[in-house]
């Protein structure tokens, strides 16, 4: 079912790039519907698959990857809404189809897991996965600031500069997008660590709950990744953190929102193995 989705954002990928070339608004139109359509159908595979067992929609590594490419694509379009620009969708589509290529080869599994059976499971993974699709939309607009800085700073105005936000259109969405996405990490952060105690608690035989511990590499670089994107508010709060230095900062963050996102729980922890 994951294929659906897939197949639509692409296409929506393709419409988005004809438009930023071309400058076309129907065809800039067409690109929004499209990605719209590719939203409906993913709400309804997740819909269909959840109802399937009555579990978490993402519980599994490829169910929660598609859980996230959903909550990016729902980001994206809001801010696309809200700010009538639509050219970040360039940048945007060939994450959400990169990522979505994950769930489409790999279903995963449909099997009720006890460990994941409690509501903190849920406000824990929601809460980071909607902290991480804000992240990933953040470290987007610093990757086209920089594009956009480095253009001005030649003073060759020219194919960027025609195209896309002003640098301080981009930096305002860049600073939302990081203080949203701090907020609902630091929820995630918090609820996970109930939900770690009463799971080691309540199944003192499953390994995987006995192994929550900071130890943990998957636990260590969510960590980690709260410490930077923490760092990223108070800079630009109390330091003047802002323009290229929160680009640069908000690339890194996702950097290892990915580490910790792909290789980690697919090669290397113990306690979130869930596949």
Known sequence: MNALPLVIYLAAAI???????????SVGRMATNLLMAGALAHTFVIGM???????????????AVSTFVWLLTLSYLYTEV??????????????????????ALSPGTSRPDPLLDSPWFWVHMLSLLFAYASFALAGVLGLTYVLQFKEIKKKNLGFFYTRLPSLQVLD????????????FLT???????????????????????????????????TVLTW?????????????GWSGRRAAWLSALGFAIVLLSFLPINYFVTTSHSFN
């Not at 109930?194 to 608690?201: D, L, N």
């Open 227 to 239: 410490v930077v994107y923490s760092f990223a508010v108070v800079a630009r709060q109390a330091m």
């Open 15 to 25: 419409a988005y790039a004809v438009h930023f070339a071309r400058r076309d608004a």
């Open 49 to 63: 698959q959840t109802m399937e067992v009555w579990n978490a929609p993402f519980a599994g590594l490829p169910r």
């Open 172 to 183: 305002s969405m860049n600073s939302r997008a990081i203080a949203v996405g701090w907020a």
């Open 82 to 103: 809200t700010s009538d620009e639509r050219a970040m969708g360039v940048f945007i589509l060939p994450v959400i189809v990169l990522l979505q290529v994950v769930p």
């Open 187 to 221: 929820l995630g952060v918090a609820v996970g660590v109930i939900w770690a105690t009463q799971a080691q608690a309540a199944l003192p035989d499953d390994p995987r709950a006995q192994a929550f511990s900071i130890v943990d590499p998957k636990i260590l670089v």
